[in-house]
């Protein structure tokens, strides 16, 4: 088992609809959770850190669900420009915080 | 407030020969880790360097070596080029600290031919 899951996708969704994307993990000793956006053939970028009590930031809402080891990304009201791939990563304790990517879950909103 | 900056760019470099690809981390991180990144996969971690040493490593050969300089940026060296070898290579850099989100460079995009 990948220590970090995420369905590739494609999803393709209408603009304005709601989107969410599932990340499993399966280290316990999991700490830090984040979210990233990589657009084609660029760098990823931060899109939100990953809080025990969830937390929002404009249309995007990132859940943790620790018993399940589990992290989620909703998008309400789906932009054209939130096409891209979603990276979940997990940061584990101890031993120099070792970082772990998803494959990635691609977004495809479309007109 | 100078991001990650990574060069160069794009290199296209013939099988068996060897490649040196350069980081400076974002104004204030001390830590660097590299990332091999495939076409339609997650970035891999190569290795991770925090006051000039390796402290951890991915799986990847020793083909693949770096080094961090006393003002915390960072070299990736990969020896005896492979044709697999050719990937989005990705610096990031963050606090040594809990909770310290990565933040990347625009990348090196590798090609072996």
């Known amino acids: 088992r990948k220590e970090v899951e995420q369905d590739p996708g494609p999803f393709n969704v209408p603009e304005g609809a709601t989107v969410a994307f599932n990340c499993t993990y399966s280290?316990?000793?999991?700490?830090?959770f984040f979210w990233y956006r990589q657009d084609c053939r660029k760098e990823p970028k931060l899109l939100m850190s990953?809080?025990?009590s969830g937390n929002e930031d404009g249309r995007f809402t990132a859940q943790l669900n620790r018993a399940s080891q589990y992290i989620s990304l909703l998008i309400r009201d789906s932009k054209l420009s939130d096409s891209a791939t979603y990276l979940c990563?997990?940061?584990?304790?101890?031993?120099?915080?070792?970082?772990?990517f998803g494959t990635g879950t691609k977004l495809q909103v479309i007109p | 407030d100078a991001g990650v900056t990574q060069s160069p760019t794009h290199l296209i470099k013939t099988r068996g020969q060897q490649v040196t690809l350069r980081c400076s981390p974002k104004?204030?991180?001390?830590?660097v880790s590299w990332y091999q990144q495939a076409l339609g996969q997650g970035p891999q971690f190569i290795f991770q360097?925090?006051?000039?040493?390796?402290?951890q490593r991915g799986n990847f050969p020793d083909r693949f070596s770096g080094h961090q300089f006393p003002n915390y940026s960072s070299e990736l060296n990969v020896n005896a080029l492979l044709l697999g070898d050719s990937a989005l290579y990705l610096c990031?850099?963050?606090?040594?600290?809990?909770?310290?989100?990565?933040?990347f460079g625009n990348g090196t995009r590798l090609t072996v031919t």
């Open positions: 990563v997990v940061r584990y304790s101890g031993g120099y915080q070792k970082v772990t």
């Open positions: 280290n316990s000793a999991s700490q830090s």
């Open positions: 990953v809080y025990s």
């Open positions: 104004s204030g991180h001390d830590t």
């Open positions: 360097y925090y006051e000039e040493e390796e402290r």
């Open positions: 990031a850099s963050n606090f040594e600290t809990a909770n310290s989100p990565l933040h």
